[in-house]
Structure formats: structure tokens, C-alpha cells
Nanobody, 125 residues
């Protein structure tokens, strides 16, 4: 069983940056496919970015391409989401999730097995 913990959320002004971290409090994420998702109030959860277990391949939602970067340090058992040029519409609770198997659709949350509790990101204009 894997328990994921996100950290690094906070409040920033538009144009600012934050780096989120996702590390397991139990189990390991280093051998798993990991995705980042977000959910804003009144909106459905959406996939933001994802990374393969070896870190070779990454995936991004169109809305964050060029601004967000997902990476991982398997020696530290941690996955990161670097968020630059933040916009007010990026305001949401951000979750990391891990999948035991390579998901056929990286942004489909139902294909992930383990989830963190989320961290709030608030971007003010």
C-alpha cells in the first residue's frame, strides 16, 4: 500500500512560481507512473501532468504546456511539479497519484491506484 503526501502549495501572485512535491509516507513511488491532477471549486478534476517511472516520458495538459514541468528523483522517492508563470485559473487543489500499471490514458484519474490528500494552490491577480 502506498500513501502519498503532497507539499509545496501556497498563495502566489500571477506570474509567480511554486514547486510541488509528492513523496510517499509509506511504500514507494519510484517504480510507479505518477500523475498530477487538480480540482478547482465547482469544476471537475483534470489531469495536469504525468511522468513515467523512469522519468523518460512526460505528459502535459495543453493548459500548462510550457509553464509546468514534471520531474522525479527516484533516489529520493519524490516527484515534483514545477509551476511557473502561474495564472489565476491555476488556482485549485493539486493532487498527486500513482499507478501500478502504465495508464492507457494518463489523465484518466480512475486508472490510478493511490492518491495524496491534496495541497492548495491559490494564484491572485
Amino acid at each position: 500500500q502506498v500513501q502519498l503526501v503532497e507539499s509545496g502549495g501556497g498563495s502566489v501572485q500571477a506570474g509567480g512560481s511554486l514547486r510541488l512535491s509528492c513523496a510517499p509516507s509509506r511504500g514507494t513511488a519510484s517504480s510507479r507512473f505518477v500523475g498530477w491532477f487538480r480540482q478547482a471549486p465547482g469544476k471537475e478534476r483534470e489531469g495536469v501532468a504525468a511522468i513515467t517511472s523512469g522519468g523518460i516520458y512526460t505528459y502535459y495538459a495543453d493548459s500548462v504546456k510550457g509553464r509546468f514541468t514534471v520531474s522525479r528523483d527516484n533516489a529520493k522517492n519524490t516527484v515534483y511539479l514545477q509551476m511557473n508563470s502561474l495564472k489565476p485559473e491555476d488556482t485549485a487543489v493539486y493532487y498527486c497519484a500513482a499507478a501500478d500499471k502504465y495508464p492507457s490514458i494518463w489523465y484518466e484519474g480512475g486508472l490510478y491506484n493511490y492518491w495524496g490528500q491534496g495541497t492548495q494552490v491559490t494564484v491572485s491577480s
